[in-house]
Structures are given as structure tokens and as C-alpha cells.
């Protein structure tokens, strides 16, 4: 679907049809210039799983201690639960969804938004119980 509109010398820009916030992203080794578009959301889980790889990593080579592993996992958690529970809230609103690369836009669209705010919530406990275990 194409963007009709991006404002100038802004990087981030609502998309209009699935109300989910878009960055602009330099493409690297591109003459001229190339951005990528991409969605936060997507952009947010991924950091978050390589920072939950990254403290999983480090454990195993034995840098960091448990206790520290303990407070990453659960800022991971609040941050991915926040991240799922708003991707699914924005699809509910405009009943268009991403999951794994496919877009819905059915009532399997508004289910799945619905599995995304439940499994949002759920992390968001989780993290929250984490944190207060400190």
C-alpha cells in the first residue's frame, strides 16, 4: 500500500489505515539515499528479543549475575507486554493486523488483536511481579 504523504524532516509518521506508528530508517549501503519504512511496534519487539537473547547469552558465558538477569527479563517483559497490548488496541480500532508478515483485515483481524492485548497484559503482570521481586 503506498504512503502518500510523509512530512519532511520528520521521522516518525502515523499510517493512516492501521494506525500504528511508522519510522524512517536509513538504508545503508543505498546511493542515493534509501529509507526503509517500518512499523515501532515491529522495530520494538525485535530489539526486545535480542535483548532477552543478549542477558541469555551472558548468563551462559557467565557475566552476568542472576539477580541482573532477573531485573532485564522483567524491563523486557513490561516493554514487550506494552508494545503487544498497544499493537493489539490498534488493531482493534482499525481492524487491520500484523502477525508474522501476513496483514488481516477480517474477523480473525479483531481475534488476534484480541490475543495481543491478553498476552500484552499477561506480560506486563509478569514484568510488574519481576520488578517487585527485586
Known amino acids: ?3 502518500e504523504y510523509w512530512p519532511e524532516n520528520k521521522p516518525f509518521q502515523d499510517c493512516r489505515h492501521c494506525l500504528r506508528p511508522l519510522a524512517l530508517f536509513p538504508v545503508i549501503k543505498t ?6 519504512i517500518m512499523s515501532v511496534f ?3 519487539k525485535n530489539v526486545t528479543a535480542l535483548l532477552a537473547l543478549a542477558a541469555l ?3 551462559s558465558l557467565s557475566i552476568m ?3 541482573v538477569l532477573a531485573a532485564v527479563v522483567a524491563s523486557t517483559f513490561l516493554v514487550r507486554g506494552a508494545l503487544e497490548a498497544a499493537d493489539g488496541l490498534a488493531g482493534l480500532k482499525s481492524g487491520v493486523d500484523f502477525s ?3 496483514m488481516r483485515m477480517d474477523k480473525t483481524a479483531k481475534r488476534s488483536s484480541w ?3 491478553a498476552i500484552g497484559l499477561g506480560l506486563l503482570g509478569l514484568g510488574l511481579v519481576g520488578i517487585g521481586a527485586q
Open 57 to 59: 547469552l551472558s548468563l
Open 1 to 3: 500500500m503506498p504512503i
Open 42 to 44: 515491529s522495530v520494538g
Open 115 to 117: 490475543a495481543k492485548i
Open 31 to 36: 546511493q542515493p539515499r534509501a529509507y526503509r
Open 65 to 67: 549475575h542472576l539477580r
Open 100 to 102: 508474522w508478515g501476513n
